[in-house]
């Protein structure tokens, strides 16, 4: 009790700090220009490691306040999502080496351009340790729901998004909010699916294809469904994968969009060995983008949620066999 009050406290002071700086910038003040001064995603680095706190710290006044933090900090007019999740990176990094600096070795001098490989390995640790966490007590907690998938935000590196795609392959449901499940088809989890998404289709809207490692994870932990009966899907009250589910057919489909063949024979080819429902899905999801009129990665969103929460299977494109 007494660590989930000290830490209540510390999260009303960083919030009043950071309701002050806003504040005071709005009206051109600067005595609170020190919460300005640090990186979005260095402040939601260290943020996110409330969720390693004990699980009975994490009641309903902190995850309020975690909330709160995390809006303003993952708020666009505190930096695009590149700059964050660059700032968060680092931070991971100073954070973990602190405790591994030599005796008379200067902090100054750990971090430099050619050292992003080891930003990468402690990113991959704490992506590790967050997954851990969240199998064992955390996925009862909205906020760790709400880390894990920032942690799969494109703008971090595939080696981390592939790490945790194939660390809960057997756990995607887990990834959905209560909330989320109940309003499958809203805004909310629309938007949810926009942010794990790295753009529409690529010809259209000038966003990256998706490196092939992280299409490859995706299409691994679907193919573990081909045969059984029942596929992770996306149903309320279905209780299979949700969210996860969701933008991981998105992500598979804006790719095969940007085929120039969209025939059956090609799906066969690529996508076989997948689940019937699943290869279903995604040719559904490439085709409504390519006949969309700009192909952005919000219209995609709509698309594969509208796809995937349907329960009907006709006008299939392909067939057993």
Same mark, same amino acid.
């Given at each position: 009790?007494?660590?989930? $009050?000290?830490?209540?406290?510390?999260?009303?002071?960083?919030?009043?700090?950071?309701?002050?700086?806003?504040?005071?910038?709005?009206?051109?003040?600067?005595?609170?220009?020190?919460?300005?001064?640090?990186?979005?995603?260095?402040?939601?680095?260290?943020?996110?490691?409330?969720?390693?706190?004990?699980?009975?710290?994490?009641?309903?006044?902190?995850?309020?306040?975690?909330?709160?933090?995390?809006?303003?900090?993952?708020?666009?007019?505190?930096?695009?999502?590149?700059?964050?999740?660059?700032?968060?990176?680092?931070?991971?990094?100073?954070?973990?080496?602190?405790?591994?600096?030599?005796?008379?070795?200067?902090?100054?001098?750990?971090?430099?351009?050619?050292?992003? /490989?080891?930003?990468?390995?402690? $990113?991959?640790?704490?992506? /590790?340790?967050?997954?851990? !966490?969240?199998?064992?007590?955390?996925?009862?907690?909205?906020?760790?729901?709400?880390?894990?998938?920032?942690?799969?935000?494109?703008?971090?590196? @595939?080696?981390?998004?592939?790490?945790?795609?194939?660390?809960?392959?057997?756990?995607?449901?887990? $990834? @959905?909010?209560?909330?989320?499940? @109940?309003?499958?088809?809203?805004?909310?989890?629309?938007?949810?699916?926009?942010?794990?998404?790295?753009?529409?289709?690529?010809?259209?809207?000038?966003?990256?294809?998706?490196?092939?490692?992280?299409?490859?994870?995706?299409?691994?932990?679907?193919?573990?469904?081909?045969?059984?009966?029942?596929?992770?899907?996306?149903?309320?009250?279905?209780?299979?994968?949700?969210?996860?589910?969701?933008?991981?057919?998105? @992500?598979? !489909?804006?790719?095969?969009?940007?085929?120039?063949?969209?025939?059956?024979?090609?799906?066969?080819?690529?996508?076989?060995?997948?689940?019937?429902?699943?290869?279903?899905?995604?040719? /559904?999801?490439?085709?409504? $983008?390519?006949?969309?009129?700009?192909?952005?990665?919000?219209?995609?969103?709509?698309?594969?949620? /509208?796809?995937?929460?349907?329960?009907?299977?006709?006008?299939?494109?392909?067939?057993?066999?």
């Amino acid at each position: 009790e007494e660590s989930s $009050l000290i830490l209540i406290s510390t999260l009303e002071i960083l919030l009043f700090m950071e309701q002050q700086s806003i504040y005071s910038t709005l009206n051109s003040e600067a005595w609170s220009s020190f919460a300005g001064q640090i990186e979005s995603g260095e402040k939601l680095y260290h943020l996110f490691n409330i969720c390693f706190f004990p699980e009975g710290v994490l009641g309903d006044r902190v995850q309020e306040l975690f909330m709160r933090l995390y809006t303003i900090y993952t708020d666009t007019g505190h930096g695009d999502d590149e700059d964050i999740i660059r700032s968060f990176g680092r931070a991971c990094y100073h954070h973990n080496r602190s405790s591994y600096i030599p005796r008379g070795r200067k902090k100054d001098n750990d971090l430099k351009d050619k050292n992003s /490989k080891s930003e990468t390995k402690y $990113l991959i640790e704490f992506a /590790k340790d967050s997954c851990s !966490a969240f199998l064992e007590y955390g996925a009862q907690y909205d906020v760790f729901i709400i880390c894990i998938r920032f942690l799969m935000r494109p703008g971090f590196c @595939t080696d981390v998004i592939c790490h945790i795609i194939l660390h809960l392959q057997d756990n995607w449901h887990l $990834l @959905t909010s209560p909330e989320e499940s @109940t309003n499958f088809c809203s805004s909310l989890v629309s938007h949810a699916v926009e942010n794990g998404l790295r753009g529409g289709l690529p010809s259209l809207d000038g966003s990256c294809a998706d490196p092939q490692q992280i299409v490859s994870a995706y299409c691994s932990v679907l193919k573990r469904y081909r045969g059984r009966s029942s596929l992770p899907k996306s149903e309320a009250c279905g209780g299979g994968g949700g969210v996860f589910y969701v933008i991981a057919i998105a @992500t598979i !489909a804006r790719n095969f969009a940007s085929s120039g063949d969209l025939s059956e024979a090609l799906l066969r080819q690529r996508f076989g060995d997948l689940p019937l429902e699943a290869a279903e899905h995604i040719w /559904k999801v490439a085709s409504s $983008l390519r006949s969309s009129t700009d192909g952005t990665k919000g219209e995609l969103s709509k698309i594969a949620l /509208k796809v995937c929460s349907s329960s009907s299977s006709s006008n299939k494109m392909i067939t057993e066999g």
